[in-house]
């Protein structure tokens, strides 16, 4: 198991940019998968983008496809996650998560992370 922590949130007019980090420690594996998460007020955790610390398979959710990037350093044990054209529709509590790829049978469900950083709000203003 990781801990982790995410930095980098904040208020942010509509087609502004964010760069959120997500700092893990403890045992890290080169299996592991790095995955963001978010919640609105009233909605269910929602999937964003998730990362393979090797091999290069990403994931996006459609609705950040073209506009979020997501991306890590391995030396460092952390991933990012861009955020360009931000949208009012993008306010929430942004999560990052961990899990080995083993115990993984899709990325997208939150349920299956057992590793959680305490959230980072982002806030778009319109």
């Known amino acids: 198991q990781v801990q982790l922590v995410e930095s980098g949130g904040g208020l942010v007019q509509a087609g502004g940019s964010l760069r959120l980090s997500c700092a893990a420690s403890?045992?890290?594996?080169?299996?592991?998968?790095m995955g963001w998460f978010r919640q609105a007020p009233g909605k269910e955790r929602e999937f964003v983008a998730a990362?393979?610390?090797?091999?290069?398979?990403?994931y996006y959710a459609d609705s950040v496809k073209g506009r979020f990037t997501i991306s890590r350093d391995n030396a460092k044990n952390t991933v990012y996650l861009q955020m360009n054209s931000l949208k009012p529709e993008d306010t929430a509590v942004y999560y990052c998560?961990?899990?080995?790829?083993?115990?993984?049978?899709?990325?997208?469900?939150?349920?299956?992370?057992?590793?959680w950083g305490q959230g980072t709000q982002v806030t778009v203003s319109s």
């Open positions: 990362i393979m610390w090797s091999g290069g398979s990403i």
């Open positions: 998560a961990a899990n080995p790829l083993s115990g993984l049978s899709s990325v997208s469900s939150h349920r299956q992370f057992g590793s």
């Open positions: 403890g045992r890290t594996f080169s299996s592991y998968v």
